[in-house]
Each structure stands twice: as structure tokens, then as C-alpha cells.
């Protein structure tokens, strides 16, 4: 049984290695602007908006995890703290509130990264920092975020 789950391992890393040297179809392929923006499939993304969207990506399997039992360790601060100098869609709207609220939510995510206890309380803390900045500042995650929030 412990050959069979070591091969199965195997293959799967190497499925998965394989998976991800393939190349993008040109479609998903990425390109900078002139404007500083990215086209992803022929929309323009700002570094900021497409930052965002990684953490919420990232955040819906943390959630995933806390939900099924997992005791959860992440090492996104270094990628998160990005967004007080990314790129904005709407670059006006990078004042010094957001600039308080993106360090506040930093603070917040920091001791998430630090918690072993009650990761869901940590976790709705941190939340709660994304949704009073969009409620403020970028109201259109506002749903998709509240949806990240961890029942107790």
C-alpha cells in the first residue's frame, strides 16, 4: 500500500510539473500596456486589480482549508504588501486613507501568518479590513469578499 501511494505521488508530480511547462494558449497570455496596464484575454488589468485577485484567489483556498480542519501556513506577505505601491486602476484613489487602510489589512494578514489559534477569527479580522477599504474606495469585490467570510 505504501509503494502504491509513493507511485502515486510520483506520477502526480510529475502530471503536474508537466501541466504547468505547457504553454499558455495566446488568449490567457498576459502583455503590459503602454499605459501600464495588463491584457489578460483582451481586457486591460491593473497591477493592482490583478494583486487583488490573486489574494482573493489565495484567501478562497485559506478558507477552503480552515474549513475542512487544516491548520493553515501561508507566505504571501512579502507578494501581499505590494499593494501600497502596485499600479492602480484608478491611481486618484490611492490616498493616504487607502494607504492607512492597505497597512492596516498588512498588520491584520501579518498576524494571521503568526496564528496557529483560532485562524478563524484571525482570518474574519483580516477580511474585514479588505471589505471596509472596498467599501469605501472600490465597492465591486465588496459581495465577493463578504463571501470569503469563516462561519464560527
Avoid at 490573486?54 to 482549508?65: A, G, P
Avoid at 490616498?95 to 498588512?106: P, S
Wanted: glycine share 4%; net charge negative; with cysteine.
Amino acid at each position: 500500500m505504501k509503494k502504491l501511494f509513493t507511485a502515486f505521488l510520483l506520477i502526480s508530480f510529475a502530471w503536474s510539473c508537466n501541466e504547468a511547462t505547457k504553454d499558455v494558449p495566446k488568449e490567457e497570455k498576459q502583455e503590459l500596456s503602454e499605459t501600464g496596464m495588463t491584457i489578460v484575454n483582451g481586457v486591460e488589468r491593473s497591477e493592482l486589480a490583478l494583486l487583488m485577485r490573486k489574494m482573493y484567489d489565495e484567501m478562497k483556498l485559506v478558507k477552503d482549508s480552515i474549513n475542512q480542519g487544516y491548520e493553515v501556513k501561508t507566505d504571501f506577505y512579502e507578494e501581499f504588501k505590494r499593494i501600497q505601491t502596485a499600479h492602480a486602476t484608478e491611481p486618484e484613489k490611492i490616498d493616504d486613507t487607502y494607504q492607512a487602510m492597505a497597512g492596516a489589512f498588512l498588520d491584520n494578514y501579518s498576524l494571521f501568518e503568526q496564528t496557529a489559534e483560532n485562524q478563524t477569527e484571525a482570518f474574519n479580522i483580516m477580511l474585514q479590513n479588505c471589505l471596509v477599504c472596498h467599501q469605501q474606495k472600490c465597492p465591486g469585490p465588496v459581495k465577493a469578499i463578504n463571501k470569503l467570510k469563516i462561519q464560527p
